[in-house]
T-cell receptor, first 114, second 112 residues
């Protein structure tokens, strides 16, 4: 069964600090992995997308890594800001004919305090 | 309006009511999706429409009835819902089924 597990479930950090969120998946075949940011009361917004051959990708203060061999990904947030407070969801797109059947993690709820 | 919009943003209904959720995408996409997001659970895919044809009905109870009159609009008709149906209902769209899905803000539904 395709699954995405995220850790930690929640995280509280102080403004300006760095943090790393983890994602493990069992989706096979694999097409790509996205990290989404979901603000409270809003829909998810894509931060990064990584395909099988990519190891690292950055989007501003967000850096995602992917190890396709161990089926692990991480999202590193540098110099956190109050606006980073949100749920971060790891989403895996399967390969093959059912590309739209995304597998979502439960998300990591990040709180950045002043 | 840009992106994907959803109305209403909040809805409270009794178990005997009939209501509809509306989604509109302004991105020129040809695929639209309904998802259910419950607390502490992953997003669950409910329905998929591609080129206005339903391509997925993910074992959703018949009390949820989707409608896609054109490529820009998607509705979710609700009737005789249960309290466990209370959740955030998200609409998304994409260009083709393989590309990034763009989400709307969701409708927060509460069934009393």
């Amino acid at each position: 069964k395709n699954q995405v597990e995220q850790s930690p479930q929640s995280l509280i950090i102080l403004e300006g600090k760095n943090c790393t969120l983890q994602c493990n998946y069992t989706v096979s075949p694999f097409s790509n992995l996205r990290w989404y940011k979901q603000d409270t009361g809003r829909g998810p917004v894509s931060l990064t997308i990584m395909t099988f051959s990519e190891n690292t990708k950055s989007n501003g203060r967000y850096t995602a890594t992917l190890d396709a061999d161990t089926k692990q990904s991480s999202l590193h947030i540098t110099a956190s800001q109050l606006s980073d407070s949100a749920s971060y969801i790891c989403v895996v797109t399967p390969g093959g004919g059912s590309n739209y059947k995304l597998t979502f993690g439960k998300g990591t709820l990040l709180t950045v305090n002043p | 309006e840009t992106g994907v919009t959803q109305t209403p943003r909040h809805l409270v209904m009794g178990m005997t009511n009939k209501k509809s959720l509306k989604c509109e995408q302004h991105l020129g996409h040809n695929a639209m999706y309904w998802y259910k997001q419950s607390a502490k659970k992953p997003l669950e895919l409910m329905f998929v429409y591609s080129l206005e044809e339903r391509v997925e009905n993910n074992s959703v109870p018949s009390r949820f009835s989707p409608e896609c009159p054109n490529s820009s609009h998607l509705f979710l008709h609700l009737h005789t819902l249960q309290p466990e149906d209370s959740a955030l209902y998200l609409c998304a769209s994409s260009q083709g089924q393989v590309n990034e899905q763009f989400f709307g803000p969701g409708t927060r539904l509460t069934v009393l």
